[in-house]
């Protein structure tokens, strides 16, 4: 079993700097894919950045730029660095531990998310 906790949201102004952080503790490998969503208030959830291993990053386009996904070297602790921060990015921002399964089939299938924080941008 699998456990995420986030920490960092809060209320910014426009053109603010936000640090998201999200401990994961459990069983899985440190390599294993891990990402940050968001939910907007009548909008569908999606997908902000991705972090498979170091060096494997994705963005959504929105975000390019602006937003940095990291993690510790344990590979327990992932990080969403947001600068430049708009009202459009208003959300809920959730951390997501994707299914992972190595060469030798190692791993686990199931998708893990936490529990939520709130990130709020004034204009």
């Known amino acids: 079993q699998v456990q995420l906790v986030e920490s960092g949201g809060g209320l910014v102004q426009a053109g603010g700097s936000l640090r998201l952080s999200c401990v994961a503790s459990?069983?899985?490998?440190?390599?294993?894919?891990m990402a940050w969503w968001r939910q907007a208030p009548g909008k569908m959830r999606e997908l902000v950045a991705r972090?498979?291993?170091?060096?494997?990053?994705t963005y959504a386009e929105s975000v390019k730029g602006r937003f940095t996904i990291s993690r510790d070297i344990a590979g327990n602790t992932v990080y969403l660095q947001m600068n430049s921060l708009k009202p459009e990015d208003t959300a809920v921002y959730y951390c997501n531990l994707e299914p992972y399964r190595n060469i030798n089939g190692l791993g686990h299938d199931d998708d893990y998310w936490g529990q939520g924080t709130q990130v709020t941008v004034s204009s």
């Open positions: 459990g069983n899985f490998f440190s390599i294993n894919p």
């Open positions: 972090i498979a291993s170091p060096g494997s990053t």
